[in-house]
């Protein structure tokens, strides 16, 4: 399976962690002044958890950016290869064909006209 699925599914399962902890301890009566105390410690973390996990995401996209120029860079050398050899062949061919033209000519054709 890919890296994309491994990292969603991690994901899913970090916050869903999270959500089912937080339900818990809500729901629990003896955890209820504990629960509004740490929700509210986690609601002043947020920001600084949010910037984090956005300089992840942007160290994760600048890597996947520099992998996909990359791969586009070595498609464009496969492309620039088949191209090159795609032009040689035709030029082999080109040489081919006036070769054949010339030694199928008749004399008569090749000798100028007789006065």
Do not use: C
């Amino acid at each position: 399976m890919s890296k994309k699925f491994y990292g969603s599914f991690t994901l899913g399962m970090l916050v869903g962690g999270a959500i089912g902890t937080v339900a818990g301890m809500w729901v629990s009566p003896r955890h209820r002044a504990k629960a509004g105390v740490l929700l509210k410690k986690s609601a002043e973390a947020l920001p600084e958890l949010a910037e984090d996990l956005s300089s992840s995401v942007q160290l994760e996209a600048h890597r996947l950016s520099g992998s996909a120029w990359h791969q586009w860079e070595k498609t464009l050398g496969r492309w620039r290869e088949a191209i090159a050899v795609g032009i040689e062949a035709t030029q082999q061919e080109l040489q081919n064909l006036n070769h054949i033209e010339t030694e199928t000519e008749t004399p008569a054709e090749s000798a100028p006209p007789e006065d």
